[in-house]
């Protein structure tokens, strides 16, 4: 039996006259992700964060501390003003003072320049020097090299020394006064500052007579 089914040809004309054209090989799409469930997601896992974040934070006990409520130079004498209250985590190693210790730091001097915010503690602040019975304060006036680069600040611990001969390296330094207190500075002309030292009599004494034959120096010591 012969068939009689004649295949469609490229370029064939259907019955009615318009060209033949071969059937196209639909495909399903593929599944796509839809950007709302992503945003969604995405969300989600922001949300679990922050709350694992404030939740670490509200199980930190906070504390009170003494902190500065502005900035002081070193040497500033602190007042009321200078100090606020602040809460801080109780994990915080560093050596703190709470409301009750005020008075640690109220009219003491600072031994270094505070930010804002500083935590104070009693290693920062030093007890401003005062003159009594038996103390006796004298004035140097010294160039630039004969104190330390940093500079002085009331309250500050330092030796006075005297160079015998500066020509001579193998001229041992007299030490004239042992950890005496820094009682005031005053800046004059040309980097040269004016230091008044707090010392027993005695010792105030030696520091007059040694200061006219010159070649005094002021070295830094811890308090």
């Known amino acids: 039996m012969v068939s009689t089914h004649t295949p469609t040809r490229i370029g064939a004309h259907s019955s009615n006259g318009h060209p033949t054209r071969p059937s196209a090989d639909v495909r399903p799409p593929g599944r796509r992700v839809r950007v709302p469930e992503v945003a969604i997601g995405v969300l989600v896992t922001v949300v679990f964060a922050l709350g694992a974040v404030l939740w670490h934070l509200s199980a930190v006990e906070k504390v009170p501390a003494l902190?500065?409520?502005?900035?002081?130079?070193?040497?500033?004498?602190?007042?009321?003003s200078d100090v606020r209250v602040a809460y801080v985590s109780s994990d915080n190693t560093l050596a703190r003072l709470d409301s009750a210790d005020m008075g640690r730091v109220v009219g003491r001097a600072a031994l270094v320049d505070l930010a804002e915010g500083t935590l104070l503690s009693t290693s920062l602040v030093a007890e401003v020097p005062t003159v009594d019975t038996g103390d006796?304060?004298?004035?140097?006036?010294?160039?630039p090299g004969a104190y330390p680069s940093r500079g002085l600040a009331p309250g500050d611990r330092v030796h006075v020394v005297r160079t015998e001969d500066v020509a001579n390296l193998d001229a041992e330094p007299t030490v004239v006064?042992?950890?005496?207190?820094?009682?005031?500075?005053?800046?004059?002309a040309s980097d040269q500052i004016l230091v008044s030292v707090l010392t027993n009599e005695a010792d105030a004494e030696a520091v007059?007579?040694?200061?006219?034959?010159?070649?005094?120096?002021?070295?830094?010591?811890?308090?």
């Open 136 to 143: 006796g304060v004298v004035g140097l006036s010294l160039d």
């Open 208 to 223: 007059a007579a040694a200061a006219g034959a010159g070649g005094l120096r002021l070295v830094l010591v811890a308090p």
């Open 177 to 188: 006064a042992r950890s005496a207190t820094v009682f005031d500075v005053e800046d004059l």
């Open 67 to 80: 902190v500065a409520a502005a900035p002081l130079e070193r040497g500033e004498m602190i007042e009321a």
